[in-house]
């Protein structure tokens, strides 16, 4: 008699129910970044997506909107979940979601040292306080997860880090259309060096200010042309900072642009830049962009900080430079009269992104650290 494989006749492995707290607008990279988690976890687990957002209205309806979704909401719409996952970026209290579940953080963002500068204000004292009380924190950065263990005396083994992925599917040089880009927006034939991202202000400053300033030397000196794709308050800013350089004519703004164009517009740029500012908060990122940038095959330029350095394999999948101004022209400048090795980094940075920062790989190490299943790697 044939022996039938033991795995013929059992019952198939029930998989665990994970509920996924979303507590930004979809439009936002965090809200993204846990999108993407989300659907990867998909293979380990029954997902659930749960919206939190608060309203965007201010006061008082704001302030009941918080104490709604916190305190009221979970005593009647707790999700039938064995393990939840928050992403800790929006006004969400896990204590309140436990509901006897293991409470998984997935933390993106830290914008200062809590355990030197206790927050002050309502949401970082509850983020905060969210870092203590779960299960497991997941934290995108190595400074994350130094600063959570500090934070949680006795209880360290329970931070893992866990950077920010990328699609490798959907971020694909080989299915890109560059050329639809290039004649939308009707970019000359010279490099083209571009910068992605939400177009925010803070502190006197803009996102993409650096590229402006150093863009009038850049533009002296090649002819190379500024592709920036993007939206936010800040757009505007970016726009008359370029035209008062007397360099306008060498941009071109795209504004908001669909998720299925981001792709193409990458895939456009010759070169990519992501600039970022000395201090915690740079130290503790992990780029979003960075991340798409080297998925689509990109040679990238950016600042030699914090997760940049591991992103870009100390410079083996990447150009590095120093804070400010001067580093981030020379880095330009280099990559744009050689065109033989933005392909050689761009090259290195897809192998890269595939064998670190996919996604699925990325779920599989949650997985695995949370007991939902999966193997460490």
């Not at 393990?83 to 293991?102: E, I, K, M, S």
């Not at 959907?170 to 000359?188: C, G, I, N, T």
Request: hydrophobic share 40%; proline share 6%; glycine share 10%.
């Amino acid at each position: 008699m044939t022996q039938l494989p033991n795995s013929v006749g059992r019952p198939p492995t029930r998989r665990p129910t994970l509920a996924v707290l979303f507590g930004q607008p979809d439009h936002l990279s965090t809200s993204f970044q846990t999108t993407q988690l989300a659907k990867a976890l998909r293979a380990h687990a029954e997902v659930i997506e749960v919206r939190v957002t608060a309203s965007r209205a201010g006061g008082w309806r704001r302030l009941l909107r918080r104490i709604y979704a916190n305190r009221i909401r979970p005593l009647w719409s707790q999700p039938a979940s064995e393990f939840v996952l928050y992403a800790n970026d929006g006004c969400a209290d896990l204590q309140a979601w436990r509901g006897g579940r293991q409470t998984l953080l997935y933390w993106y963002d830290a914008p200062a040292d809590w355990s030197r500068h206790p927050p002050q204000r309502w949401v970082d004292r509850l983020r905060c306080r969210n870092v203590v009380t779960a299960d497991h924190v997941f934290a995108v950065s190595a400074a994350q997860v130094a600063l959570g263990r500090r934070l949680r005396p006795g209880r360290e083994a329970g931070v893992h880090y866990l950077p920010v992925g990328v699609d490798c599917a959907v971020f694909d040089p080989r299915q890109a259309r560059a050329d639809r880009v290039r004649e939308k927006y009707r970019l000359p034939g010279g490099p083209i060096i571009g910068y992605l991202g939400y177009l925010a202000s803070w502190e006197g400053k803009f996102a993409g200010q650096p590229l402006a300033e150093v863009a009038p030397d850049v533009a002296s000196r090649t002819s190379a042309h500024f592709l920036i794709v993007g939206f936010g308050p800040a757009l505007e800013t970016f726009r008359a900072r370029v035209t008062a350089l007397g360099v306008a004519d060498r941009f071109t703004f795209t504004g908001y642009v669909p998720d299925d164009w981001l792709p193409d517009c990458l895939a456009a740029m010759d070169i990519c830049v992501d600039t970022l500012e000395p201090g915690f908060h740079s130290e503790a990122r992990s780029e979003t962009k960075l991340k798409q940038y080297m998925a689509m095959g990109r040679a990238c330029v950016a600042t030699d900080l914090g997760e940049n350095r591991t992103d870009l394999d100390q410079g083996g999948a990447g150009v590095l430079v120093a804070p400010g101004n001067d580093g981030l022209l020379k880095g330009l400048l280099t990559l744009s009269g050689a065109p033989e090795q933005r392909l050689q980094l761009g090259e290195a940075a897809r192998r890269r992104a595939e064998e670190v920062y996919a996604w699925p790989k990325l779920a599989e190490r949650l997985a695995h650290a949370a007991g939902l299943g999966g193997t460490a790697r």
